[in-house]
């Protein structure tokens, strides 16, 4: 499946926008009551068990605020399993700064690290099914959620409409059917490009597998239905399972033979997970 890492422009990119919303010209209650240039010390704890993701977003960030931080202890990376209770991260800065970045910091590494702890959740579910995510992204932060559902041990579909060929239901409509909406992708790009077809039934199966396709999608199918496509398929095509998966619905489809599930809510409705930043050295003392 296409893979598009996470860059460093797109790091600076999020860090700008997310500052640039929540400080502009600055915290006016920081500001009034923190002296510049007083360095404090934090650490962050872990409120939930989660898989961390973002975790080098969250020191860019800090970084971009005091080019000074300094990261004192960093047990965990990207993609790692963190207990309820764990510290995270230490580090040091302006204290300023510390207040200002904090709820953006936290936003970010809440978000992204729970969307790769609910990850984590079905690709235990589903093996040996591998879990692949969606296009149900949010606008503009595409790149940061498909990145932390690879943290969380998923696989990434396509990125978007560019990079790979799936003829979906509205596309077989306006082609007339599957083998026409086949034949023209395939009339237009040669056979350099793996085609993906969605399926509703056992006859769009067939019609699918005799036009030879890379990849079946069987979309909304009950579990009796799902085990009659993957016989009749036979290996002759990889198979996506899409629509309405959920942890419970995973048991059964983990023992059809699939090769891929699908599951928008991997994006779309993961929970944040819970972790608190705490100021370790006092007020009025500057951190050693």
């Not at 296009?135 to 503009?140: A, D, E, I, L």
Request: charged fraction near 25%; hydrophobic fraction near 40%; proline fraction near 3%.
């Amino acid at each position: 499946m296409p893979n598009r890492p996470l860059m460093a422009a797109d790091i600076e990119s999020l860090v700008i926008t997310t500052l640039e919303e929540d400080i502009q010209s600055g915290d006016i209650t920081t500001r009034n009551i923190v002296s510049a240039g007083q360095l404090r010390e934090a650490e962050l704890i872990a409120k939930d068990d989660l898989i961390l993701s973002g975790l080098e977003i969250f020191k860019a960030l800090f970084l971009k605020l005091d080019p000074g931080t300094v990261f004192l202890s960093e047990p965990f990376k990207d993609g790692d399993s963190v207990a309820e209770g764990s510290t995270i991260i230490k580090f040091r800065c302006d204290g300023v700064r510390l207040l200002e970045g904090e709820r953006s910091g936290l936003n970010i590494l809440q978000w992204l690290s729970g969307i790769a702890t609910l990850t984590r959740k079905f690709v235990d579910a589903a093996h040996p099914v591998i879990v692949l995510d969606t296009r149900k992204t949010t606008p503009g932060l595409r790149v940061f959620e498909k990145y932390a559902v690879r943290c969380g041990g998923g696989s990434n579909h396509r990125f978007g409409l560019y990079d790979a060929v799936m003829i979906k239901d509205n596309h077989i409509k306006s082609a007339g059917s599957i083998s026409q909406a086949v034949e023209k992708v395939r009339s237009a790009l040669g056979q350099q490009n793996k085609v993906e077809v969605e399926t509703q039934n056992l006859d769009e199966v067939q019609e699918a597998l005799d036009q030879q396709v890379d990849i079946i999608m069987l979309d909304n199918m009950a579990m009796d239905r799902i085990r009659e496509a993957v016989k009749l398929i036979n290996g002759r095509a990889k198979v996506e399972i899409s629509g309405g998966v959920n942890l419970e619905s995973l048991k059964e489809i983990s023992k059809t033979g699939a090769d891929f599930v699908s599951v928008g809510a991997l994006t779309h409705s993961a929970p944040s997970v819970d972790i608190s930043m705490n100021i370790i050295a006092p007020l009025g003392e500057k951190a050693k």
